[in-house]
């Protein structure tokens, strides 16, 4: 069984300054790697997505995230913030395998950008 | 554009009420999911579908049930709702098999139970 782990619940940052959001997954079989956004009121919106291939994937409003196979780990970051990233986010997990396939949330991590 | 659509956006029931969620989607996906998602606890799964008539328990089951009689909608009910069960619910639809990637979600849909 798959799990997700988000290191930290808030993470308050001043406008234009680099964020790291932190994921760590647990599964033992190869996976797909997902960051979905939630701005409030809203539904989840997909961010980026980890497939296969390059372990650097970019995704939209200039996010980017890594995929290390031997930390298990897929954090997102950026290199400079705005307010209208304040959102809420959540990383993913699901197996590659054939038929049905779960998809594992961590506890989401809030972003706060601070003028 | 995929689009999954929840029936209400927010709703108010009574404790022991029977409480139907219904949600559709338009991409003849295989897979739909209903998860709730409560502050610090992210999105937990409740139920999910792999096709028609099929389902396969999530992690916190207890309270709920689904039904699946068309590949395009997956309800969730609560046979008897309790307080415990006020949350936001979150319906998602997603391909299966070698061409599945990502998940697409509904708007969310806010029970109260007073």
């Known amino acids: 069984a798959q799990s997700v782990t988000q290191l930290d619940s808030q993470v308050p940052v001043f406008e234009e300054a680099p964020v790291e959001l932190r994921c760590n997954y647990s599964?033992?079989?190869?996976?797909?790697l997902f960051w979905y956004v939630q701005y409030p009121n809203q539904g989840l919106q997909l961010l980026l997505k980890?497939?296969?291939?390059?372990?650097l994937v970019k995704g939209i409003n200039g996010f980017e995230a890594e995929f290390n196979k031997s930390q298990t780990s897929f954090h997102l970051r950026k290199p400079s913030v705005h307010i209208s990233d304040t959102a809420e986010y959540f990383c993913?997990?699901?197996?590659?395998?054939?038929?049905?396939?779960?998809?594992?949330f961590g506890q989401g991590t809030r972003l706060t950008i601070n003028p | 554009d995929v689009k999954v659509t929840q029936s209400s956006r927010y709703l108010v029931k009574r404790t022991g009420e029977k409480v139907f969620l219904e949600c559709v989607q338009d991409?003849?996906?295989?897979?739909m999911f209903w998860y709730r998602q409560d502050p610090g606890l992210g999105l937990r799964l409740i139920y999910f579908?792999?096709?028609?008539?099929?389902?396969e328990k999530g992690d916190i089951p207890e309270g709920y049930s689904v039904s699946r009689e068309k590949k395009e909608r997956f309800s969730l009910i609560l046979e008897s709702a309790s307080t415990n069960q006020t949350s936001m619910y979150l319906c998602?639809?997603?391909?299966?098999?070698?061409?599945?990637?990502?998940?697409?979600f509904g708007q969310g849909t806010r029970l109260t139970v007073v």
């Open positions: 998602a639809s997603r391909t299966q098999g070698a061409r599945s990637t990502e998940a697409f």
């Open positions: 980890y497939l296969s291939g390059s372990t």
């Open positions: 991409m003849d996906h295989e897979n």
């Open positions: 993913a997990v699901s197996d590659r395998g054939q038929g049905a396939q779960k998809l594992v």
């Open positions: 599964s033992s079989v190869s996976v797909y």
């Open positions: 579908s792999y096709d028609v008539k099929m389902k």
